[in-house]
Nanobody, 118 residues
Framework: VQLQASGGGLVQAGDSLRLSCAASGRTLGGRIMGWFRQAPGKGREFVARITWSGGYTSYADSVKERFTISRDNAKNTVVLQINSLKPEDTAVYYC????????????WGQGTLVTVSS
């Protein structure tokens, strides 16, 4: 599975962004697709995930009120809608795809940078 993330940029606090992750190469059925982020000087952290087949979602507590993950089966794309951006959301955002059983993330996109100014 090849993953291509896009949609990052420089925004102001309170703005919204829509990140996309285009997947290609193999079927996504049975996989979990996730978004992670890595802020400057910090480790990578989980943000949100969605099961490709059933569309079940889960979020990190820090983002669940503002982030929404969704998928477009026809376009093989996973979207992360981010509202009410905060400076602490500044990070490189990565999309990831799991193995067919959903037990581990095997595939990673190249990351897209989100910078939020106050």
């Amino acid at each position: 599975v090849q993953l291509q993330a896009s949609g990052g940029g420089l925004v102001q606090a309170g703005d919204s962004l829509r990140l996309s992750c285009a997947a290609s190469g193999r079927t996504l059925g049975g996989r979990i697709m996730g978004w992670f982020r890595q802020a400057p000087g910090k480790g990578r952290e989980f943000v949100a995930r969605i099961t490709w087949s059933g569309g079940y979602t889960s979020y990190a507590d820090s983002v669940k009120e503002r982030f929404t993950i969704s998928r477009d089966n026809a376009k093989n794309t996973v979207v992360l809608q981010i509202n009410s951006l905060k400076p602490e959301d500044t990070a490189v955002y990565y999309c990831a795809g799991s193995n067919p059983g959903g037990t581990s993330y095997l595939y990673w996109g190249q990351g897209t940078l989100v910078t939020v100014s106050s």
